[in-house]
C-alpha cells in the first residue's frame, strides 16, 4: 500500500489505529493508582495484587515476538480485528471480575491479545504514507505510544477516585468497539499466507527466556534478588532461553525472527536506544508519581495533575519533529532531545521535597519535549531502509525491546532506591548520637527528643525522608547517565542518501 497515491478512507483508519494504540500503552499503567482498591474489592494480600500487572506484563512480552508470523499467516487484517476485538472483551471481563483468579486469567487474555496492538498499527501507518510523510505519520502514531503510558496514573486515580477501579478497564470497551469498526470496515490489507510454519522451537525458548526474565525483574525486589530461590530459578531458565533462541535464529532454517533483520545497521542501533528510552520513558513516570505523593505530600489526584504537562510537552514536540524529521537530519534532531533529556533529568537530581509547583511543571514538561525529539526520528531512521517483508516482524521486536526496557528500567531504578534509602539511612543514623548538640536544643529537642518513644519516632520518620531524597536523587542522576549511550551511538546510524528520495522509496516500496 506504500506509494505516493492517497490511500481510501486513510483518515479513518489512521484514527482507528491510534485510538487502538493509545487504548493498548495506557493500559500498561492505568491499573497501578487502583491496585489498593481491588485489594479490597478482590479480597487480596499485597503480594497477591501485584499478579493482576505481572500476569499482564508477562503475556504481552511473550506474544509480541510471533506477531509478525501470525499477521503474514492469518492476514494482517484478520489478525488486527482479532486482537482488538479480544483486548475489548478481556477489558470488559477485567472490569466484571468478581475474584483475583477471574481478574488474572482476564488480564493474561488481555496482554496476549494486545501485545499484537502496537507493532501491528506501527506497520500499518508505515504502509498508509508514501516516505517522505512517513515522519509526520510516526508522530501522530507515536502520540499513543508516548503519552498512554504518562497519563495513564492521572486517568486510573480519577477514574478510582469518582466512580471505581472497574472503569480503569470498562474506559477500552467504547474505544476498543470503534477500532474494531474502523478497521474491519475501511482498512484494505494483502491476504493471508497459508503456507507458512510454525517456529516452535524459537517461540518457546524465547517465551520461557522472556517470560523468566519478566518475571524475575517484576518479583526481584519484593523477594530480595538473588536472596531468593525463585529469583535464581528465573534468573537461569531466563539466560538459557535467550541464550538458545539467539542461536536458533542463527542455525534454523526459517526461524520465528528472521536474522536478516539484524543485518540493516539503523535498526540495529535503534534497538538499543529503545531499550534505554523504554527505560527512561516508564521509570521516569514511576519514580516522580511516588516522589510527589511521598516527600511532595500531594494526593494521587494531584499528582497526576502534575505529571499532565509532560504528555503535554511530547504531543507538541512529536508534531514538531515528525515536520522536522521529514526536512532535515534526524539524527540532529534526536541529539537535540537527547542533550534537553539528560537536562531535564538533571534537574531533577537537585530538587527537595518543598520544589515549588511551576518548577515541576516546566522541567516535566520539558522532558515530555525531549522525549518526543527523540522517539519520532528514531522511527523514521530505523525503518527508513527496511524490506518491507521484515517490517512486522522489525515494529514487532522494536516493541518488544521497548517493553523489556521498561521493566529493566523500572526494576533497577525500584532497586536502587530501596537499597539507597537503607545506606542513606544508616550513614545519617550515625551522626544522631546523644551527644550531638543539633537535636538537643531549641525546636529540634521539641521534635525529637530522643529520651521519648515519640520523639524518636519522629526522629527516625525525618532521617527516612532525608534518605529517600538522596535516594531519588540518585535514581534521576542514573536515568540522565542512560541518556548518554544511545546519544553517542547516534554516530553510528545512517542517514539515507536523501529521506523520501528515490533510493529510500525504492527501499520501502511493497
Keep these: 500500500m506504500a506509494g505516493a497515491s492517497p490511500v481510501p478512507h486513510r483518515g479513518i483508519v489512521v484514527m482507528s489505529t491510534i485510538a487502538a494504540t493509545l487504548m493498548q500503552t495506557l493500559d500498561s499503567t492505568i491499573a497501578n493508582v487502583a491496585l489498593p482498591h481491588m485489594q479490597g474489592s478482590l479480597s487480596a494480600t499485597a503480594d ?30 484478520n489478525f488486527f480485528v482479532f486482537c482488538l476485538a479480544g483486548f475489548t472483551v478481556a477489558s470488559a471481563l477485567c472490569g466484571l471480575a468478581q475474584s483475583l483468579e477471574q481478574i488474572v486469567l482476564y488480564r493474561v487474555i488481555q496482554g496476549m491479545t494486545g501485545a499484537a496492538i502496537v507493532p501491528l498499527s506501527q506497520s500499518i501507518m508505515m504502509d498508509l504514507y508514501p516516505p517522505e510523510e512517513r515522519g509526520s505519520a510516526m508522530a501522530m502514531w507515536g502520540m499513543g505510544v508516548m503519552v498512554g503510558p ?5 486517568l486510573g486515580g480519577w477514574l478510582t477516585d469518582m466512580y471505581d477501579w472497574r472503569y480503569v478497564f470498562f474506559i477500552n470497551v467504547p474505544v476498543g468497539i470503534a477500532a474494531v469498526f474502523g478497521i474491519w470496515t475501511f482498512l484494505k490489507a494483502p491476504a493471508a499466507n497459508r503456507s507458512l510454519r510454525f517456529d516452535w522451537t524459537g517461540f518457546v525458548v524465547l517465551a520461557a527466556g522472556l517470560g523468566a526474565l519478566q518475571l524475575m525483574l517484576d518479583r526481584g525486589a519484593q523477594n530480595e534478588w538473588f536472596a531468593s530461590l525463585e529469583i535464581v530459578a528465573e534468573t537461569v531458565i531466563a539466560g538459557l532461553g535467550l541464550y538458545l533462541f539467539v542461536v536458533h535464529i542463527c542455525l534454523a532454517e526459517k526461524p520465528l525472527i528472521p536474522l536478516g533483520l539484524f543485518a540493516n545497521t539503523n535498526f540495529s542501533v535503534g534497538l538499543v536506544m529503545m531499550l534505554c528510552i523504554g527505560a527512561i520513558l516508564v521509570a521516569s513516570v514511576v519514580l516522580l508519581g511516588t516522589y510527589l505523593q511521598t516527600l511532595g505530600g500531594y494526593s ?16 507538541a514536540a512529536m508534531m514538531l519533529a515528525g515536520r522536522l524529521a521529514d526536512r532535515f537530519d534526524p539524527r540532529l534532531v534526536m541529539l537535540f532531545g537527547f542533550t534537553t533529556l539528560g537536562f531535564g533529568l538533571m534537574q531533577m537530581a537537585t530538587w527537595t521535597p518543598d520544589i515549588d509547583r511551576f518548577t515541576i511543571v516546566w522541567v516535566t514538561m520539558v522532558q515530555g519535549f525531549a522525549l518526543g525529539m527523540i522517539f519520532v526520528p528514531l522511527q523514521v531512521l530505523a525503518f527508513a531502509t527496511m524490506p518491507p517483508q521484515y517490517r512486522t516482524d522489525g515494529t514487532a521486536f522494536f516493541s518488544l525491546v521497548r517493553n523489556v526496557g521498561s521493566a529493566v528500567g523500572i526494576s533497577v531504578t525500584t532497586f536502587v532506591l530501596s537499597n539507597a534509602t537503607q545506606i542513606a539511612h544508616a550513614r545519617i543514623a550515625e551522626t544522631l548520637t546523644p551527644f550531638n548538640r543539633m537535636i538537643q536544643t531549641g525546636g529540634a529537642y521539641l521534635l525529637w527528643n530522643s529520651a521519648t518513644g515519640r520523639g524518636r519516632a519522629a526522629l527516625n520518620g525525618e532521617v527516612t525522608r532525608q534518605a529517600m531524597q538522596i535516594a531519588y536523587a540518585q535514581d534521576f542522576l542514573l536515568l540522565a547517565l542512560v541518556v548518554i549511550p544511545p546519544a553517542l551511538m547516534l554516530i553510528l546510524m545512517r542517514r539515507p542518501a536523501r529521506l523520501g528520495g528515490p533510493g529510500m522509496v525504492h527501499a520501502m516500496a511493497d
Design 48 to 77: 497477591q495484587i501485584t499478579w493482576v500487572l505481572t500476569s499482564y506484563i508477562v503475556a504481552t512480552a511473550v506474544m509480541t515476538a510471533p506477531v509478525g508470523w501470525l499477521s503474514t499467516r492469518f492476514g494482517r487484517k
Design 150 to 154: 504518562i497519563i495513564g496514573p492521572t
Design 300 to 315: 494521587v489526584w494531584e499528582a497526576g495533575l502534575l505529571l499532565a504537562p509532560r504528555g503535554l510537552g511530547t504531543m
